[in-house]
């Protein structure tokens, strides 16, 4: 239901007053061009490019110390720093990530400890590429109905660990790439700031679409079983495109509907970046310029739940995002899953 207001008058009902105050970003040092996997697997740049958009992506080395918490936790000092505070005055962190150094303790837990945060609220959150905009949304209600005033949100994965860099394991592996992005939530008094309205959905029914096996008896069509998929990254990639470019559309119109808004009243779409094509339909379907839905996927490859933290942070830094904007966040992702966020910046 559209509101009464005159197009791009600002919501005026009092919000949460809950306002994202710093971000941070982080990517692992080693860097994986189109032309460096050409030379271990069957694949071309041409073919990358045209397909999804991506031409380099960062790569972690576990060997060499790096895991989904260390990325997050250079991610939040980052952030916690653009906040102006310090990792005493958080009282919750939440990550959102698919894959946690070790299935427990959660990331969160040994990223508060090495923050130094002290014996906080510290946990998890598994919605895969959709995760940070999940951990997003949580926060805000848990701020708005908890005694918790600061709160650190991460996005970060260490994906390409599932993934197999040859030629049988090539059409997951050119997508993906790592990182960590995190943002600190303030409560502040100014309730023109805050949460406009949220959703979040999931589909486990279309769970086989994309989904790591650990097992033969994992495996949705037993007929697919093959040793070399076990512990790698499963994709059918038309079934999970149909999907997301079906979906993104109805997402974006369901969030602006429940906050009364056209699709030009929102200054900023940060969108979870899966694939160029996916990102340039929903553009022309609400013919929105290329600077309200910006697109990094060509640096970065697919980071999972770190996609829309790394956006976020790129472009606060470079001054695009201001007070008295608003940001919508989407997201799609295994499970299946799909979310949004909309707020007042
Ligand atoms: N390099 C070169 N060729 C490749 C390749 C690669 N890395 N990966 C696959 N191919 C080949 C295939 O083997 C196939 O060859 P064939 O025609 O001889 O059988 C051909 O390219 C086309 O494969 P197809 O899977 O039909 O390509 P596509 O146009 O559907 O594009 C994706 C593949 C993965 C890029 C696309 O399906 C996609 O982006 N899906 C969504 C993925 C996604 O967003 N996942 C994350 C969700 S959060």
């Known amino acids: 239901m559209k509101s009464d207001q005159p197009d791009g008058a600002p919501t005026t009902a009092p919000l949460s007053g809950i306002s994202i105050v ?118 805000h209600a848990l701020m708005v109905g908890g005694p918790y005033r600061s709160c650190l949100v991460i996005g970060a994965d260490s994906v390409t660990r599932y993934c197999d860099f040859s030629t049988f394991g090539r059409a997951v592996a050119v997508l993906f790439g790592d990182g960590a992005g995190a943002c600190v939530l303030q409560q502040t008094d100014d309730t023109a700031k805050g949460l406009i309205t949220q959703y979040m959905h999931s589909d486990g029914g279309g769970a086989k679409h994309l989904y790591i096996p650990t097992r033969k008896g994992d495996f949705y069509d037993q007929a697919e079983f093959d040793e070399r998929q076990v512990s790698h990254i499963l994709m059918h990639g038309p079934g999970v495109f149909k999907f997301a470019v079906s ?10 509907d429940s906050a009364g808004l056209n699709p030009e009243d929102i200054d900023h779409y940060i969108c979870h970046q899966s694939n160029a094509r996916i990102l340039a339909a929903a553009r022309d379907r609400f013919g929105l310029p290329e600077e309200k839905l910006y697109v990094n996927i060509d640096r970065f490859g697919n980071t999972v739940g770190a996609s829309i933290p790394l956006i976020l942070d790129e472009q606060t830094r470079a001054g695009a995002v201001k007070p008295g904007q608003k940001v919508m966040f989407l997201a799609f992702g295994a499970g299946l899953t799909w979310a949004s966020s909309l707020w007042q910046f």
């Open 247 to 256: 979906t993104f559309p109805k997402l974006i119109a369901q969030t602006l």
């Open 22 to 139: 710093g971000t941070g970003s982080a990517v692992p040092k080693r860097l994986v061009t189109n032309t460096d996997l050409e030379e271990i697997m069957d694949t071309s740049d041409e073919w990358i490019i045209k397909r999804t958009g991506i031409r380099e992506r960062h790569v972690h080395d576990r060997e060499a110390g790096e895991t989904t918490s260390t990325m997050a936790t250079e991610a939040a000092q980052r952030a916690i720093k653009a906040a102006g505070m310090t990792a005493s005055d958080l009282d919750m962190v939440i990550c959102g990530t698919m894959t946690p150094d070790m299935p427990t303790p959660s990331a969160a837990c040994i990223i508060a400890d090495k923050l130094g945060a002290g014996q906080i609220a510290a946990f998890d959150l598994n919605a895969a590429c959709s995760g940070f905009v999940y951990a997003l949304n949580a926060a």
